[in-house]
């Protein structure tokens, strides 16, 4: 049911029935890419408007409302405004970089989403080291971040590039060790594997205990990854102007900022696929009735369902934390998140080496 | 152990801290302090201690409680008001006394610091909670507090 590999496999036929084999394949790359390129901009559409309206309701304000009803076009007035704006930038930038920079952040987050299985059969590129791919993605996006603030010749720029370098350094380490965690369990570093061997339980209830501590620290550190309050140092309104992109604007800034909350999503998608079993309903081994039940909401409902429960949970951090110092930032990730991820991995390998998982 | 003492408190304060903008979150229908402005331009009360402009209240009689003191003029840090006086003979005592001509007040230097209104010795200014002040033409903006025709109210040199 709700089986997408079909349908695909419909289209690519029906491509290569009326084309020869190497323009289809172009025609079906090409709209592949242009899928990803509307999810981008709809999600990024989506996601600053949703942002804006959570944030208004944990404040007690109302939020957008004036552009269509509840506000609901805000963001594509947003949009449409910083397409028209003009793009100033410095003198003394070095122009090559500086324009370079953007699209690093961009290609990189587009690059990550590629490998995500958003349902059964709808899955751009099921490459077998998927959450490998992902995380090396992410280190690729904060070389944008540094270009960026280095090229811009501004100071400020400069330090929150900085300080991103050392944040990314640290908590991709936590990140990582996490997702660790759930290789263990899982075995597989491919995501249509992972999410397949979460078909009795999902993973959260897998791997008990670790498997929450390892959630905790992922959702900590993919918020840090992400440069997202409590963790916007490279930002930090207050102290830094706007950080590395203090000297972009119109469009490159545009970039840097869809870029950053479709980072959100990524992670909230590694989230979801990792600890809540992706696009799988809620099974419980054995309750083949109440699973059958479950079977009839679609895949790519539970798939944004979880995302969006995930998304929710990283902006509630946002307008509740104040942003941390930048010895804090570094004493919270080597002095508590690593040591307890590696205390972690070999808790959950032990359990996974008793047999000791659901 | 104060090393996990400390994992577990700082658990803890994350997990209080969320509850309480999570409470809010759920009851923002409810409590939404966001006025939307020109819809409710009718209703919409100003707050107890807003300040808008400076303006001297009249009474019914078109009395009003200044007696040219020019305590206000003094006080002002940046010139906004003059005082524009006279001086004429009283009927009752025979001795001349000193009455207002005019007040003018220019709002469009006014910093709403309020030491006008703390110095005036008879209360005879106030601030307003007006707070449309934008106007097509700055002239608009020097204002003569004192209406025509008024004077003081009795009793206010006692
Ligand atoms: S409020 Fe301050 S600035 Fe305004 S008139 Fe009074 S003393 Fe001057
Ligand atoms: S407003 Fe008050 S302080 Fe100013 S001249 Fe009149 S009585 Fe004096």
Redesign the pocket.
């Known amino acids: 049911m709700y089986d997408f590999t079909g349908l695909i496999q419909g289209i690519n036929k029906w491509l290569h029935s009326i084309l020869p084999a190497v323009a289809a394949d172009v025609v079906g790359w090409i709209l592949i890419a242009a899928a990803f390129l509307g999810l981008f901009a709809i999600l990024g559409l989506v996601l600053v408007l949703a942002e804006r309206k959570i944030a208004a309701f944990f404040q007690l304000r109302l939020g957008p409302n004036r552009i269509g009803p509840w506000g609901i076009f805000q963001t594509v007035a947003d949009a449409i405004k910083l397409l028209l704006k003009e793009p100033v930038g410095t003198n003394r930038a070095d122009s090559f970089l500086y324009n370079l920079a953007p699209y690093f952040v961009i290609i990189a987050a587009l690059m990550s989403m590629s490998v995500l299985p958003f349902a059964k059969g709808l899955h751009a590129y099921d490459i077998d080291i998927g959450v490998f791919f992902v995380i090396a993605m992410s280190s690729l996006g904060v070389m944008g971040i540094l270009l960026g603030g280095w090229a811009s010749n501004n100071k400020y720029a400069l330090l929150g590039a900085m300080r991103s370098g050392a944040q990314m350094i640290s908590y991709e380490l936590s990140v990582g060790l996490s997702i660790l965690t759930i290789v263990l369990l899982s075995g597989s570093l491919r995501m249509s594997d992972i999410v397949a061997s979460q078909s009795d339980y999902w993973f959260i209830f897998k791997g008990h205990i670790p498997a929450w501590i390892a959630f905790m620290i992922f959702i900590i550190a993919g918020t840090a990854e992400t440069n997202r309050t409590p963790f916007d140092l490279t930002e930090a309104e207050s102290e830094l102007g706007a950080g590395f992109h203090t000297e972009y604007s119109g469009l490159k800034f545009a970039f840097f900022f869809l870029s950053e909350f479709v980072n959100m999503f990524i992670i909230a998608a590694m989230g979801a696929i990792l600890f809540f079993g992706g696009w799988m309903p809620l099974h419980i081994g054995g309750w083949d009735g109440f699973n059958h039940v479950m079977d009839f909401i679609p895949p790519i409902f539970w798939f944004f369902g979880k995302v969006s429960f995930l998304i929710f949970l990283i902006m509630w951090f946002r307008w509740t934390f104040p942003r941390l110092r930048i010895d804090q930032l570094l004493t919270l990730e080597w002095k508590y998140l690593l040591p307890m991820n590696l205390a972690n991995i070999l808790l959950m390998a032990f359990i996974v080496l008793m047999g000791w998982h659901l | 152990m104060s090393y996990f003492g400390d994992i577990g408190k700082g658990i803890k304060t994350l997990l209080s801290g969320m509850k309480v903008t999570g409470k809010y979150f759920l009851n923002a229908r409810k409590e939404i302090i966001t006025q939307q402005y020109p819809e409710n331009r009718d209703t919409l009360e100003m707050f107890e201690r807003f300040r808008g402009e400076v303006v ?1 209240p009249h009474d019914e009689n078109n009395e009003h ?9 003094i ?1 002002c840090p940046n010139g906004s ?1 003059e ?1 524009v ?1 006279d001086r004429k003979v009283d009927e009752e005592t025979g001795k001349k006394k000193k009455y ?1 001509v005019n ?1 003018i007040y220019h709002l469009s230097m006014c910093t709403m610091c309020n030491l ?1 209104i703390v ?7 106030k601030m307003a909670k007006k707070f449309e002040n934008a106007v097509f033409d700055r002239t608009a903006l020097t204002k003569v ?1 004192n209406k025509p025709g008024s004077k003081l109210m009795d009793g206010v040199e006692e």
């Open positions: 001297m409680r200044c007696t040219g003191c020019q305590a206000c003029e006080a008001i005082i006086w207002i007040h006008c110095a005036c010795p008879t209360d005879a200014i507090l």
